[in-house]
């Protein structure tokens, strides 16, 4: 069935069960802090196979905790792959950590293990040492974490993997075992992001994943204001005891932290939309691959980000790739031709290092494969509500504004 236009590059998915299970805990005696939040955390962890998930406001609050629980801040550095949300290096920067953009792969956008290696060599001429690297799963999709893994291991590097676009994408181990992509079997820590354009929403929302139960206690920890109540861990005594018993008021604040905590409402909302996840990643992937086959004429003008190898995305965008040089055309006068006929695209992303913030603050920074991803990629609507009718139309709109004819026809000679 066709969704209504226009179509955006992405949305939600609510079923009744999700307003239901929202309603419950409206009707119910906790809004925050309460159960929900408990069952959310213990269905994520379960789903991906970690021993803790912290969940928290939103992805880009799951990164700035773990940059505080990984003691990432003023005389840090932090190596950031280019092409990615801003938010993947702000949340270094907020946390007081300086940022080193790391090139990428400019047919799939993924940082690989090269461009992590020529970072390293950047740091290690300004004579800085990296103190972590911060993955970015790009669409839905990763590179091959356990060499990148290795290698940041090697140096010593923390790894914070930026799964934002990537819950429910599985990849394989070099033993040949397949992992999903949080449960942090090459990541100290793996954050999400829940938002309605995401895998699954929650309306606003994110986690942070670990195997550590160290760092799942620090990244709980600055979530709610570094104040602890667990009893056995208080450094007042006196304080916190009458005799042998714990004075029912006591807390401590033991770190200078935040309010970043998930409502319950959110977390409702959440875990209902976790319970679909496996079929919202089919169904993206049904897409994905009717997109595939029907821009097949269109290569190589037009064709679809590189596909890693080893990995089952859970797709969150259907990126392309297009020459617009050869082309002729322009990609804002496409967008806005596509927009005319209720086709909504996006561009992700602008190079975080040519954002002005960052310009200032390191200069101009050579990334060719950042750039030359950058120049052709375009982000064509993909979400759960679309049907393969909907991928047609966009299919068949795009080839006949870059001039390629209908799709069924497609044969564009380059000029
Ligand atoms: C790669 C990436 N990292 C981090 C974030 C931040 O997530 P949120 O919007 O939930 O703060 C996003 C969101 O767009 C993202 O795409």
Known sequence: MSFARPLPYSRHAIDEDDIAAVAEVLRGDWLTTGPAVRDFETALARQCGAEHAICCTNGTAALHLACLALGLGPDRTVIVPSITFAATANAARLAGAEVIFADCDPDSGLMLVPHLEAALERVKRANKRASAVFPVDLAGQCADLETIAACARHEGLAIVEDSCHALGTRYQRHDYSWTAVGGCADSDITV????????????????????????????????????????????????????????????????????????????????????????????????????????????????????????????????????????????????RRLEERGIRTQVHYIPVHRHPYYRDRYGEIA???????????????????????DVDYVVENLGELLGFGTARTARRQVP
Not at 200 to 213: C, D, N, V, Y
Not at 370 to 386: D, I, K, N, Q, W
Request: hydrophobic share 40%.
């Open 192 to 335: 999400f992001s829940f938002h309605p354009v995401k895998n699954i929403a929650a309306g606003e929302g994110g986690a942070a994943l670990t195997r550590s139960p160290d760092l799942a206690q620090r990244l709980a920890l600055f979530r709610n204001h570094g104040v602890n109540r667990d009893a056995a861990r208080f450094t007042d005594k006196e304080a916190g005891f009458e005799g042998a018993q714990v004075n029912p008021w006591y807390y401590e604040m033991t770190a200078l932290g935040l309010n970043y905590r998930l409502s319950d409402i959110n977390c409702a909302l959440a875990k209902s939309q976790l319970s679909k996840l496996e079929r919202f990643a089919a169904t993206r992937r049904r897409l994905a691959t009717r997109y595939d086959a029907r821009l097949a004429g269109y290569a190589p003008l037009l064709r679809p980000i590189t596909r890693s190898a080893h990995c089952v995305p859970a797709w969150h965008l259907y990126s392309v790739l297009i020459d617009f040089d050869a082309l002729g055309t322009a990609r804002g006068e496409l967008a």
């Open 367 to 389: 990334l060719p494969g950042a750039e030359a991803y950058y120049r052709r990629t375009l982000s064509l609507p993909l979400f759960v509500g679309m049907g393969e009718d």
